[in-house]
């Protein structure tokens, strides 16, 4: 290995480091002005769930190709592991049942924020009915295919279940997600 790749490899490595932090995400999250969802414990007819998905996410004129992985167990509650597509981790996210979340950041990409991406998992995985018992100043609706989070009359995000993927818009916030399932 040349000198330049260990140096270059040793940077990196501290820059993962440095940037690596452990916080206690809150329990709600703003979607709207004043209007959310509490980021509570799944329901028992997701529990023992698995799953990895490549997630799609453009906000602005970024775009970023992320895979994610995510565990619901009755004993560990929620894992959820997010790493880009070269396989470099983004952040790990943690709820054990009943208890608070806890997420560990360790690349600084400023359109990923751990508590709005288990938000949006929530929004387009969970039963609705559970979900409006989770949000506050917001109502969700489904028709078909479609999902529609309203804060009154206003229209804020867009969850289409498309052959093969499934595409959340947030209006508020500009961004969408593209999820599809690896296994």
């Known amino acids: 290995m040349s000198r330049l790749t260990r140096s270059l490899l040793l940077s990196l490595s501290i820059l993962v480091v440095s940037c690596a932090s452990e916080f206690a995400v809150k329990t709600g999250v703003d979607l709207a002005p004043n209007a959310g969802i509490y980021l509570l414990d799944p329901p028992p007819s997701l529990v023992a769930d698995n799953w990895q998905q490549v997630l799609e996410v453009h906000h602005g004129d970024e775009q970023h190709t992320l895979l994610a992985q995510l565990s619901l167990n009755s004993e560990t509650g929620i894992n959820l592991a997010v790493m880009t597509a070269q396989g470099m981790p983004i952040f790990q996210l943690e709820k054990a049942p009943l208890g ?77 997600i593209k999820f599809q399932r690896v296994n």
């Open 100 to 176: 608070p979340i806890k997420s560990e950041k360790m690349l600084p990409i400023n359109a990923v924020d751990p508590r709005y991406i288990l938000a949006d998992i929530m929004l387009v995985h969970w039963p609705v009915t559970v979900l409006n018992s989770q949000l506050y100043g917001l109502n969700l609706v489904e028709q078909g295919s479609t999902r529609r989070l309203y804060q009154g009359e206003q229209l804020i995000s867009e969850i289409r279940y498309l052959d093969g993927a499934t595409e959340l818009v947030n209006f508020q916030r500009d961004y969408k």
